[in-house]
């Protein structure tokens, strides 16, 4: 009833819905990279001028927090920065609908926090085990980091406390205002999901993933995990399963194991060549599959044809 319940109250005008999709943008793309352009421009003019010259393009087509004389644990803060700031614009955008970013998470505008600690456990686990079938298969993709205890104990800190404040700022404007956003206007929930889950695919098509991998099994896994987290809000009727997940994928790939040409680069304890993408793809839509079963078992869900109908047909105002 997430949908339902969304639609029953607010100012729900087109240009209330584009004001708040401008705000999330002056958010993320103005107000959060400050801190970053600080650190470049620092950077840059410590450098002889003839040097100067492209630096800031050199740092952003290789992400190295190195050439900004930085550690990695800085440098995640510092994109972590963007996210926060892309928070503060939706949650302006939201009050434009007379809406708080509680009402994106469940029907009642309340968080169930065991909801999220059991998503985000037992996609750990999943992941893990993912790990080692893929490590089984090729152990020579493999390898150990170099290891520093304080900047991997700072590293935990960062992405346990931190990193999910990216991860759920995703969460709240592609699965939560986007979604909604079109849910409202088409009546549409199986709309709303394939716009949301396709538009989220092509947010990450600047990733450098696309470079490293294939633009095409790198774009059919942005579509699949679009389209998976979307599918739990749907059936759930709430966001925090999918909160949950999120966090635990981006926790995993920046604390534990992370892989060459990723857009988390960090201190990880291993990292991953992904020698065959296609398997690491296959091998997700398993696990997915595995998720919905069991917390489709555990919390009764309705058939995913059934939880595409909309319960409640208002007028749209």
């Known amino acids: 009833m997430l949908f339902e319940n969304w639609a029953k109250s607010g100012r729900h005008s087109f240009l209330n819905y584009v004001a708040g999709l401008f705000f999330i943008f002056l958010g993320y ?17 410590a450098l002889p001028e003839a040097e100067q010259e492209g630096f800031s393009d050199r740092f952003f087509a290789e992400m190295d927090f190195s050439i900004l004389g930085v550690s990695n644990n800085v440098g995640l803060i510092l ?28 029907p009642s505008g309340q968080i169930d926090l065991s909801r999220i600690l059991l998503g985000f456990g037992f996609w750990m686990v999943l992941t893990f085990l993912n790990e080692g079938i893929l490590f089984l298969m090729n152990p020579e993709d493999y390898r150990w980091n170099d290891f520093d205890p304080t900047q991997f104990g700072i590293l935990l800190l960062v992405s346990f406390l ?8 995703e969460e709240f404007i592609f699965r939560g205002y986007l979604m909604q956003m079109v849910g409202f206007f088409s009546r549409n929930k199986l709309a709303a999901w394939i716009i949301s889950s396709s538009v989220f695919a092509a947010m990450h098509l600047s990733n450098p993933e696309i470079l490293e991998y294939g633009i095409v099994p790198m774009t059919l896994y942005y579509l699949s995990a679009g389209f998976f987290l979307g599918v739990l809000v749907i059936l759930d009727g709430r966001m925090e399963l999918a909160l949950g997940v999120h966090a635990a994928t981006n ?8 892989y060459d040409g990723g857009a988390i680069q960090t201190d990880c304890l291993v990292m991953s060549q992904l020698s065959n993408v296609w398997v690491v793809l296959v091998l997700y839509l398993v696990l997915s ?29």
């Open 289 to 317: 599959a595995c998720f919905l079963w069991f917390f489709a078992k555990k919390y009764r869900w309705p058939s995913l044809r059934n939880a595409l109908q909309w319960s409640a047909r208002e007028p749209i105002s």
């Open 162 to 169: 931190l990193l999910p404040i990216q991860t759920s700022a």
């Open 251 to 258: 926790i995993y790939a920046s604390a534990f194991v992370g």
């Open 29 to 45: 793309g103005v107000i959060g990279v400050i801190p970053l352009q600080l650190v470049i421009n620092s950077a840059k003019s």
């Open 79 to 106: 994109m972590i920065c963007l996210f926060g700031a892309a928070i503060l614009g939706l949650i302006l955008g939201l009050g434009l609908l007379r809406k708080r970013l509680m009402d994106l998470i469940s």
